[in-house]
């Protein structure tokens, strides 16, 4: 079964996931000084809206199955330029802290979250780069 499913392309809908995308960034850069797990939790979810956001730019959804996380990175993966690569390993890593924190008990640190949001808010402004060059 694949996990994309086509969808007609809606440069409305693209850009408010992308505007999205930059406010949770925001937000997740302001929690670091409250709650490191919020912070990282929050930039996980910006880099999710982003993805989403390109996928969506190329007429493209995910199936809402088990995986579509994976899913959603994988497709942003496979349309970046391959200097991004280190970003996914990074949300792949993000992706599994993530569930065993909401899921089971982890401990997110701050060095770890401020990599996670500064990563986060590099990979926004690339996606936003890409679809502002095919939306302007």
């Known amino acids: 079964m694949t996990t994309t499913k086509p969808q ?19 937000a997740a ?4 000084a409250i709650d490191e797990e ?3 939790q929050t930039a996980y979810q910006a880099m999710l809206k982003a993805s989403l956001a390109l996928m969506l730019s190329h007429g493209q959804r995910p199936r809402v ?4 996380h994976i899913a959603i990175i994988e497709f942003a993966q496979k349309h970046l330029d ?27 640190g701050g ?3 401020e990599d996670a949001v500064e990563a986060v808010e590099k990979y926004v402004q690339i996606i936003g780069s890409d679809i502002r060059k095919r939306f302007p």
């Not at 440069?11 to 960034?25: C, G, H, I, S, Y």
């Not at 199955?65 to 579509?68: A, F, N, R, T, V």
């Not at 200097?83 to 401990?107: G, P, Q, T, V, W």
């Open 111 to 113: 060095v770890e979250a």
């Open 38 to 40: 919020t912070a990282y």
């Open 29 to 32: 850069r302001k929690n670091l």
């Open 82 to 108: 391959k200097s991004h690569a280190a970003f996914f390993a990074l949300f792949d890593r993000m992706r599994r802290k993530r569930n065993e924190a909401f899921y089971d008990i982890a401990i997110i």
């Open 8 to 26: 007609k392309i809606d440069p409305k809908q693209v850009r408010q996931f992308l505007a999205d995308a930059q406010k949770k960034t925001v």
């Open 65 to 68: 199955q088990l995986g579509h």
